[in-house]
């Protein structure tokens, strides 16, 4: 049996991973799908934060540690993708793999702002208003994700939230390098592609990571889970223990 932690991405909530969910543990594995500050019924708990990585990815890692969960084949969608990569780097002992999907890596002091292109930065500012005095991003239509099928749009429809646009400007506050010490898998989705995460999906060869492709939309843990399960499992199988510790990187609070 292994143990999976799930991570959503932007507007997303841990309702997204659910038919892979129930695959997983139909094969007998232990799954978490937690739903971030500041997302979906958390919604408010973003609006004054100063540091919203240090929320997220503390929050990841208090689960992990609070559940005594080790050997976790952790997994992060979009966003999801900068948040795993700080919890890799904050509990590396507890990490057994290390998989992004269609995922954003950022490196110290980067911000998802720097990394998005400028016809996407355009997108999201028409979709920001003010909500009690703070910036609050609404979601996009479904079909911007890929998503085409008619029932899978109304069901999405129904679920994407607003999030606060704070997180887009927050700086990664941690150092390291957690692909150096864990099998880590990148998966790329194309069908179609989704242009806001091109440049992590560049950085992912640079690095030297190992790159999957799914020929399926950006939600591919909607459009395509068995394929996205399958890909999963193998990260499992195939990861090595972690026998080295990240060093600990800078807090936000640190560089105050």
């Known amino acids: 049996?292994?143990?999976f932690v799930l991570i959503h991405g932007s507007h997303h909530g841990g309702w997204c991973w659910e038919k892979v969910r129930v695959a997983l543990e139909a094969n007998g594995h232990q799954v978490w799908c937690p739903t971030l500050p500041g997302f979906?019924?958390?919604?408010?708990?973003?609006e004054n934060e100063d540091s919203p990585f240090n929320l997220l990815i503390g929050d990841v890692v208090r689960l992990i540690e609070e559940q005594g969960l080790r050997d976790v084949v952790l997994v992060g969608h979009s966003l999801g993708g900068i948040v795993a990569r700080g919890v890799a780097i904050t509990a590396t002992?507890?990490?057994q793999?290390?998989?992004?999907v269609d995922g954003g890596i950022l490196d110290y002091g980067e911000s998802p702002w720097d990394k998005i292109p400028d016809a996407q930065r355009a997108d999201r500012?028409?979709?920001?208003?003010?909500?009690?005095?703070?910036?609050i991003l609404d979601p996009p239509r479904p079909e911007s994700f890929g998503i085409t099928d008619p029932d899978q749009v109304e069901w999405m429809k129904e679920r994407l939230s607003p999030q606060a646009f704070s997180i887009y400007d927050d700086r990664f506050p941690f150092e390291g390098?957690?692909?150096?010490?864990?099998?880590t898998m990148y998966v790329e989705c194309v069908v179609p592609v989704h242009h806001a995460a091109s440049r992590h999906r560049a950085r992912a060869r640079t690095m030297g990571l190992e790159v999957r492709t799914l020929e399926t939309s950006h939600d591919a843990m909607i459009t395509a889970p068995?394929?996205?399960?399958?890909?999963?499992?193998?990260?499992?199988d195939e990861a090595?223990?972690?026998?080295?510790?990240?060093?600990?990187?800078?807090?936000?609070?640190?560089?105050?």
């Open 93 to 95: 002992e507890r990490i």
């Open 1 to 3: 049996m292994s143990t």
């Open 240 to 256: 090595r223990p972690c026998d080295v510790r990240a060093e600990p990187g800078r807090t936000g609070e640190e560089l105050e």
């Open 125 to 135: 500012l028409t979709r920001t208003r003010l909500r009690n005095g703070v910036r």
């Open 40 to 46: 979906g019924e958390r919604s408010a708990e973003l």
């Open 97 to 100: 793999s290390l998989v992004y």
């Open 226 to 236: 068995g394929q996205l399960v399958d890909m999963l499992l193998s990260a499992s």
């Open 177 to 183: 390098k957690p692909e150096a010490l864990l099998k």
